[in-house]
């Protein structure tokens, strides 16, 4: 087999070194009757040919061809070849968690790197080196927030993301936790006479993100003037951190959690993308995951190591702050790389391009009969617009014109049963973006 | 490193300095030796409540960390805010300027259950045995 | 250089300062196509939310200085690519590249998880049959790939045993977790809302079962067991345990870290394990990357199968592939999306390669754990006598006598060529040595590893100091850990604000 590089003679020198006849001695210590006695019942082995065959098989059947108008959480950007050139060197891609830090001084630099540019991104004082994505981030950062206040009620906007939300029930089922949802107005924004009437002192957190789930700027600072007037810590989840190429950043907020899939980072059926809990610097020792940590060796030299790892559960065990054990460094290190790509005005053209192509879309849009904005906060590169008839006829009419059409938001929000999330990327040609507007209209003026 | 004789010592290794109903407490310079270089302390603050035997903080060093107990009830009246910039004074004067909290005790009888300073330097003798055999 | 080292030897490495070091204003790595739509007027649009101006900090460089930049930093890791990690419990194992390939493919890494499942079915098919894979070598009923690691796939283990038995009227209170574990177990098990009482291990280095039997009460929801056990040793009683946990109405949790031992060979369902993870980034060869990503899909028995974490993949009466939502008993979602995907086809990638092959990779691993074994006992002590699987562990105790620890022999380890092995666990062996070859390695690694491992014992009785001031030959020196962990300097800042800050 190609990867396993003994020969049937080298295998036999070692037996006969370890003193056994065959390999199956080494297996004694398992009681005989579970000993496997056959092959496992596995398709295979494939050859290298085979095995492309197979998944370009399978890559044909999915969405190839069309055109998305899909955001969500997950988001088309462009994507440097560099990238991946990096990535796909050997020392970055096979190498081990930076636990021995005098040989992995490229990861824990690059970390370092990736942690800055969160910093500067977000505009907090510390970021971490990656947590899983942006809803398990969420979570962690409420779970902080309930470490630093010792308070148990959660207040959270029903426009941060459904998914994040579920995750986040899950988590605080079992942590004593009490969720409560804050809804919104007819801006697309938080309702914050109705976060007024919830917040009491045993609050620790209020949970927003911005850009919501239906597109809309939030306002952070009176938002965060709210949840501190009750002692509570205001956590914002970002998950098109592109956003922030553009947007203020969420300085105000105690906690930033943020998806960081956008930059570098391809869609690929949801995962592996990058979380980021970024925060500030009073708060660092109840941060999750990994840091890297700057210092000197003893020559005096710059270098990097893990630090605070107390917090973490190798040592704390029962006590850490998370069970997180990996990170998705891999992917983190796609961001960073990214970004550096973008630099500081590259990554504002990239969103000025997504701020003018959903300008443009929903205008267009919005000169179809019976399509209407449902929102009136500024958003960036996703908006909310209701159809004179369902999203879903709307969007089997689109796939036949071989266009993946809007997010369905009645799948999440059962009061909207028109309404569709439609996200626009520098990705989308304007050619495509006019496309849909025609295929859009065309649908709607069929008879029912 | 000698083990004061006034003081009064915690099998968790805790040393306890008393006097007219208050008291200093800390952790003994075999806690700091087998903890290593102290990087980070966590100290309640001042009116908190100290209960005998349950942990009042931690003191933590790159690859560990270790609860702090209580060796009596009280109520802390300082705790030694130097150490947040300075956490190395309790590996350099575990006894002395190392010290963790100051506490008004709530009951100094209890103070008589603990070990004195033969005692705990027998304790600790017996405890490297332990951990070389 | 010592003339015994010789798998590696000093080499003129580029030295890079941070990007941000590099940076200077009009630089640009990336240029965007001509915006093809009016432009707008983002402060109008966004009104009060504008930012000013581009990132503040961001780095300003060249394509050039990014390829140099970060092909000198990676030059600057230790990789898998370079040769062997004896790391026990992480089974750094060959990554292969048509893995990469087919993850990258148009069709694959360009699919939106929230697109219409009939556009989809492709991703559904790469998702069903890595299911049915991994129910086929863990011998277990049911499976969810949703979990993005290990640690979230124990606690989605243990959130299935709680669902359980809160179904059945009692929540129950504890987790038994050997004092052998890896730490995310009982981290894990208090998120997951358990208190965590420690079962000892017996002079065997195995589960207790006398104390077993005592502690297992009405109160216990579940044991974690990892078998083999972090020393190596499969945990003979296992079908034992299980059925003292089964008959307090406890269930059996397996860590899967160890998988590497038993695929191919054992299946955990048929020792009566009712719940396990795996770790696809170690057993089933998707990379570290530095430190993920991975995935721990979560395996199980039928009778955990209602609460399974949504979206679960159903095939539908037309054979269509489908991801179902909606599960009244589901524990919830534990993840957004549907698992690490690209993760998730890497796996595949690495089962089908090998086929019902699977097997040969498991003894190849334990063939080179045990000629380590045999060729370094009595050189370094051996805690536990029993025969080991897929890794061996050794402890410190004869080299602590003059002075030299676990971690030192491992820093010297780096001179010789190699990265450590694995010091910081199991907590039952002080000063553990945790070894583990895994099957990518060739019997030359393995010899070259051993000779390193007894000239550094050597040196220990020779030469001590040279051992405890190792690593000599590295880009860096031992690093001030105690420094980062009191001041933490964990961003760069421009040099203006890093000046106040230190006023």
């Known amino acids: 087999m190609r990867y396993l590089p003994k020969s049937p003679s080298e295998r036999q020198e070692m037996l006969a070194a370890i003193g056994v006849k065959s390999v199956e001695d080494l297996f004694s210590s398992i009681p005989e009757p579970y000993r496997l006695k056959k092959p496992l019942n596995l398709p295979g082995p494939f050859s290298e040919t085979e095995l492309i065959q197979y998944f370009q098989a399978r890559a044909a059947e999915n969405s190839a061809g069309y055109t998305s108008f899909l955001g969500a959480g997950v988001y088309n950007h462009l994507r440097s070849v560099v990238t991946d050139t990096i990535l796909q060197r050997g020392e970055f891609l096979t190498s081990y968690t930076p636990y021995q830090a005098e040989i992995s001084q490229g990861t824990l630099q690059a970390i370092f790197e990736f942690q800055t540019l969160m910093c500067q991104l977000t505009g907090q004082d510390v970021a971490n080196a990656s947590m899983y994505d942006g809803s398990t981030a969420t979570t962690e950062a409420v779970l902080m927030a309930e470490r630093l206040t010792g308070k148990r009620r959660v207040l959270v906007a029903r426009s941060v993301h459904p998914e994040y939300r579920d995750v986040l029930r899950t988590y605080a089922k079992n942590s004593g936790l009490k969720i409560e949802e804050i809804s919104y107005t007819a801006l697309g924004t938080v309702d914050s006479n109705g976060l007024k009437a919830a917040l009491r002192d045993d609050v620790c957190a209020v949970v927003v993100q911005s850009p919501n789930f239906f597109g809309a700027i939030e306002n952070l600072p009176s938002l965060a003037d709210a949840a501190h007037g009750s002692g509570a810590l205001l956590v914002t989840a970002v998950a098109e951190a592109l956003s922030l190429g553009i947007v203020k950043p969420p300085a105000e907020a105690d906690i930033v959690a943020m998806e960081a899939q956008s930059f570098g980072l391809a869609p690929s059926y949801g995962g592996p993308f990058a979380g980021v809990v970024a925060t500030r610097e009073k708060f660092v020792r109840q941060m999750p995951g ?15 190591v893990l630090t605070l790892a107390t917090r973490e559960q190798h040592i704390r065990r029962e006590k850490a702050t998370s069970n997180i054990c990996t990170n998705q460094a891999l992917c983190a290190l796609a961001a960073t790389v990214h970004l550096t790509l973008l630099g500081k005005e590259g990554i504002r053209e990239m969103a000025e391009h997504n701020l003018a192509k959903a300008q443009y879309t929903l205008q267009a849009l919005e000169e179809i009969p019976g399509v209407k904005r449902t929102f009136s906060a500024p958003f960036f590169n996703e908006f909310t617009v209701e159809f004179p008839r369902s999203v879903k006829i709307v969007n089997a009419g689109l796939a036949k014109d071989k266009i993946v059409g809007p997010f369905v938001l009645g799948s999440a929000y059962p009061e909207f049963s028109k309404h569709a999330l439609v996200c626009v990327t520098e990705t989308t040609p304007r050619g495509e973006i006019e496309r849909f507007v025609a295929s859009v209209k065309r649908i709607l003026e069929q008879p029912l | 490193m000698a083990y004061p004789k006034q003081f009064r010592y915690t099998k968790e290794h805790e040393w306890v300095d008393a006097k007219d109903g208050n008291a200093r407490i800390g952790i003994t310079d075999y806690a700091q030796h087998e903890l290593g270089d102290v990087v980070f302390v966590e100290l309640p603050a001042a009116g908190a409540a100290l209960t005998a035997g349950k942990t009042f903080g931690s003191v933590e060093s790159v690859k560990a960390v270790s609860d702090i107990y209580a060796p009596a009830s009280g109520e802390v009246i300082e705790a030694n805010t130097v150490l947040q910039n300075k956490p190395e004074l309790i590996n350099t004067d575990p006894h002395g300027e190392g010290w963790l909290v100051k506490v008004k005790l709530a009951n100094p009888a209890e103070l008589n259950s603990l070990m004195d300073a033969p005692g705990y330097e027998a304790y600790i003798e017996e405890k490297k045995k332990e951990a070389s055999a | 250089m010592n003339s015994k080292i010789k798998k590696a030897s000093r080499h003129t490495n580029q030295n890079s300062g941070l990007i941000f070091e590099k940076s200077s204003p009009g630089k640009r790595a990336f240029d965007l196509p001509p915006l093809d739509v009016p432009a707008v007027d983002a402060a109008k649009v966004l009104g009060g939310a504008h930012r000013r101006g581009g990132v503040e900090g961001f780095p300003e460089v060249s394509e050039i200085e990014v390829i140099r930049h970060f092909t000198r930093l990676s030059t600057w890791n230790y990789a898998i690519d370079l040769g062997m990690y004896p790391l026990g419990s992480c089974t750094m194992k060959y990554n292969p590249r048509v893995n990469e390939f087919v993850a990258r493919l148009a069709g694959l890494a360009t699919e939106h998880p929230s697109q219409p499942q009939e556009l989809s079915q492709g991703c559904l098919k790469i998702l069903s049959l890595l299911e049915k894979c991994l129910l086929e070598i863990t011998g277990m009923d ?21 669902a359980y038995n809160e179904k059945r009227g009692n929540p129950r209170k504890k987790v038994l977790i050997p004092d052998s574990a890896h730490g995310t177990n009982p981290a894990t098990a208090v998120i997951a809302g358990y208190e965590v009482e420690n079962i000892k291990s017996n002079s065997e280095g195995q589960v207790d079962i006398d104390k077993l039997r005592e502690q297992v009460t009405e109160d216990v929801a579940a044991l974690m067991i990892t078998n083999p056990s972090t020393l190596g040793i499969f945990e003979q009683q296992i079908p034992e345990i299980a059925e003292i946990l089964h008959r307090k109405g406890a269930l059996l949790y397996m860590d899967g870290a160890n998988m590497n031992a038993l695929a191919g060979v054992t299946r955990p369902g048929e020792l009566g394990v009712d719940v396990m993870h795996l770790n696809l980034h170690k057993t089933f060869s998707t990379p570290h990357g530095g430190g993920g990503p991975g995935a721990g899909p979560v395996a199980m028995k039928k009778i955990l199968e209602p609460f399974l974490p949504v979206p679960v993949l159903v095939e539908k009466a037309d054979g269509n592939l489908a991801l179902d939502f909606h599960r009244k008993e589901s524990i919830g979602r534990v993840k957004a999306f549907s698992g690490n995907f690209g993760v998730l086809v890497r796996a595949l990638a690495y089962i089908l390669a090998y086929g019902p092959g699977i097997r040969q990779a498991t003894e190849d691993a334990v063939l080179n754990a045990n000629y380590i074994r045999r060729h370094l006992e009595g050189t370094f002590d051996l805690p536990y006598a029993r025969p080991s699987m897929h890794e061996v562990v050794f402890s410190d105790a004869l080299q602590k006598k003059n002075g030299v620890n676990t971690m030192d022999i491992a820093k010297r380890l780096i001179d010789y060529g190699f990265h450590p092995y694995t010091t910081a666990f199991p907590l039952i062996v002080p000063g553990a040595l945790m070894i583990e070859p895994t099957e990518s390695e060739d019997k030359e690694e393995c010899d070259l590893f051993i000779e390193a491992m007894k000239s550094i014992a050597q040196e220990a009785e020779k030469n001590p100091e040279v051992v405890r001031t190792a690593p000599h030959t590295t ?21 203006a604000s890093r000046r106040e800050a230190a006023d």
């Open chain 1, 290 to 304: 990994r840091l890297a940590g700057q210092t000197t060796d003893q020559d005096g030299r710059r270098g990097f």
């Open chain 3, 142 to 162: 049911v499976i969810t790939l949703q979990p993005a690691a290990g640690a979230q796939g124990e606690l989605t283990g243990l959130l299935l045993i709680r």
């Open chain 3, 475 to 495: 880009r860096v020196r031992r690093l001030d850990e105690v420094g980062a962990a009191r001041k933490p300097i964990l961003r760069w800042k421009p040099a």
